[in-house]
């Protein structure tokens, strides 16, 4: 059943995080979730494990890029294991178990829109959304939880199609 996504994998990653930053866009544009610091650390994640995967799609198909395959897997299952351990150092800044960045406090700008600074420049008072508040909470895990199981099934699914790629060998 996982054979068309494993063989396909750098299409997969690349896929799956176009769509992970379309869902954290929309929960932004249609939500009204304005992303702290570490929100968009997490981001950053994905946009790199992007791009990755579209430079490996070209990669393995130049000439000797076939031997790139296999690397190519583990390569994208440990951007995601980063992206799953800011992820889930996210979460538990919410639960408290550690403090946050000092960029994620009230007082910086981060997640700060344009439409807020104006108003901020008009006199109202503007609060950048903290690190330390889950803005969202769905079955008991905040979208950072959330996001941490979803890179951490990334991962196991890049080991996957590594072991995949070594077997075809």
Same mark, same amino acid.
């Given at each position: ?6 063989? $396909?994998? @750098?299409? /997969?990653?690349?896929?799956?995080? &176009?769509?992970? %930053? *379309? ?7 249609? !939500? ?8 968009? $650390?997490? @981001?950053? /994640?994905?946009?790199?494990?992007? &791009?990755?995967? %579209? *430079? ?7 000439? !000797? ?18 992206? &799953?351990?800011?992820? *889930? ?81």
């Amino acid at each position: 059943m996982l054979k068309p996504f494993l063989d $396909r994998w @750098r299409l /997969v990653a690349l896929l799956v995080s &176009a769509g992970m %930053l *379309a869902t954290a866009h929309a929960f932004e544009t249609f !939500g009204g979730y304005a992303p702290c610091t570490l929100c968009l $650390r997490q @981001r950053e /994640v994905y946009w790199t494990a992007l &791009a990755l995967g %579209l *430079a490996f799609m070209v990669v393995v198909r130049l000439p !000797g890029g076939p031997r790139w395959r296999e690397a190519t897997c583990w390569v994208l299952g440990l951007v995601f294991l980063v992206g &799953a351990g800011v992820a *889930a150092y996210h979460a538990g800044v919410e639960w408290k178990f550690w403090p946050g960045p000092t960029t994620c406090s009230s007082g910086g700008a981060a997640g700060v829109s344009l439409g807020d600074m104006q108003a901020f420049l008009n006199g109202a008072e503007v609060r950048p959304p903290a690190c330390d508040e889950a803005a969202w909470v769905f079955a008991g895990l905040s979208m950072a939880g959330w996001n941490a199981l979803a890179s951490l099934g990334l991962v196991v699914l890049s080991v996957l199609a590594a072991l995949r790629e070594r077997a075809k060998r």
